[in-house]
């Protein structure tokens, strides 16, 4: 009889591993929870066999792995959500997993996707179990998937796990699209703004220069400021300033980011931001506990479904509080104390995940939290954009007044000066 290895967790959190005899992975599952474990990882041990018999056999399952065509990046977030979610539709419809898989590949287009899913059929074809061939190909499947799916093959609950997996991205895609959109806006409009001024520095005042020195009187103070930006952005490179310095600014939080310590110091500067740092925290919290609750109720243990989320939640200061959480539970502590003491989240979480906790309904509790976030979220993106939208007319029209100002006030002068009692003799 075949002898399978299998990770498990006790009824305690803690990590169980052992073999069990069994005639195929169901039956092998079926025993392992009968001793009260939930088992996380089920594969069969090879048997012991002659030399000749193992070399054949070896030489049947290794299958050559396809060449994945050239790609920058991964796979794109939408063709992702539907191949789930179509996987999610032929495994609940009782297809085995293989031919779901051969099916979903011949209607894909030519690419990277139909690549890797054939490359998983492959795989799984030569015995190897869907989340471990889907680990072999990060472009596509990431740690949060592969244990999704894991769980989902532990439990006999793939096409449901599949499903909720399609409704998560397709969750997240659609909050990073809102706040993506948010930022859009106002970048276009300043840029703009100051490829119009920069214009105007470059090439329209110092052609009032030449013809303020034919005054030969003494120019106003806000004058000189302005012929002095305008030499600097035309003679002194400052055009190039202003328009490699986003550039420069990107490429030095990402050097800032490289270290664990420069990323933590970056992610709490962008939360202490007014406006957008309360919109980019309450998205970082509908994320984790987004993610949080979909691995728990796809049946993931709550110490891995932390631990990955703490990896996926885009967030070093969440990241650390999640891994704050981690250890407390590990210790015997429930999740709502230690998330209370790192003061990262709103009392409303904390109560919320309290009573998840209390009734056994943590997974419905933690995505309650993130819808009610979303919609938070959305408020604050709307919110954002009015206020924007008067602050730029404001700082647009002071340019604009400061150089209109600016040229005329010699021309003033000039009046003045020619009008007066003491010109006139």
């Not at 939360?271 to 609750?293: E, H, N, S, V």
Request: hydrophobic share 45%; proline share 4%.
């Amino acid at each position: 009889m075949p002898m399978y290895a299998y990770e498990a967790m006790n009824s305690s959190g803690q990590e169980v591993k052992d073999e069990v005899e069994a005639t195929s992975s169901e039956e092998a599952i079926a025993k392992i929870r009968g001793k009260g474990y939930f088992p996380t990882k089920v594969r069969e041990k090879a048997g012991k066999k002659k030399a000749s018999k193992k070399k054949e056999a070896d030489e049947t399952v290794l299958t050559p792995k396809r060449k994945m065509p050239i790609s920058i990046g991964g796979v794109p977030r939408k063709q992702l959500v539907g191949f789930t979610r179509q996987l999610s539709t032929l495994q609940d419809a009782g297809l085995p997993i293989l031919r779901s898989l051969q099916i979903l590949e011949q209607q894909q287009k030519p690419g990277l996707l139909k690549a890797i899913i054939g490359g998983v059929a492959d795989e799984v074809e030569g015995g190897g179990t869907l989340s471990d061939a889907m680990a072999n190909y990060p472009k596509a499947f990431d740690k949060l998937y592969v244990n999704m799916i894991n769980a989902g093959e532990a439990g006999g609950v793939l096409d449901i796990i599949l499903s909720r997996l399609a409704d998560f991205m397709e969750k997240a895609a659609k909050l990073k699209k809102k706040v993506i959109g948010a930022m859009i806006y106002p970048i276009v409009v300043i840029s703009i703004a100051i490829g119009i001024v920069s214009m105007i520095m470059v090439f329209v005042i110092p052609k009032f220069e030449t013809i303020f020195k034919d005054f030969k009187t003494e120019l106003p103070g806000v004058t000189k400021l302005l012929l002095v930006i305008s030499r600097w952005f035309a003679q002194d490179y400052g055009w190039a300033y202003v328009l490699f310095s986003p550039i420069a600014l990107i490429l030095l939080i990402k050097l800032i980011r490289i270290s664990e310590g420069g990323k933590y110091f970056v992610d709490m500067v962008k939360l202490k931001i007014p406006i957008l740092g309360a919109i980019l925290g309450k998205t970082a919290i509908a994320r984790f506990t987004r993610t949080l609750g979909t691995l728990i109720s796809a049946g993931v243990p709550i110490l891995d479904a932390i631990n990955i989320t703490k990896e996926t939640c885009g967030n070093e200061v969440y990241s650390r509080a999640l891994a704050k959480v981690h250890d407390a539970i590990r210790e015997g502590e429930s999740m709502a104390d230690p998330l209370r003491a790192t003061k990262v989240c709103d009392a409303i979480v904390v109560n919320m995940v309290d009573v998840g906790e209390e009734t056994g309904d943590l997974d419905k509790m933690l995505i309650k939290v993130a819808d009610n976030y979303d919609n938070d979220v959305d408020v604050l993106v709307g919110s954002l954009i009015s206020i924007l939208e008067p602050v730029m007319v404001v700082v647009l029209g002071v340019i604009v007044g400061f150089i209109v100002v600016a040229l005329f006030a010699p021309m003033i002068s000039l009046i003045q000066s020619v009008s007066s009692p003491s010109a006139k003799k």
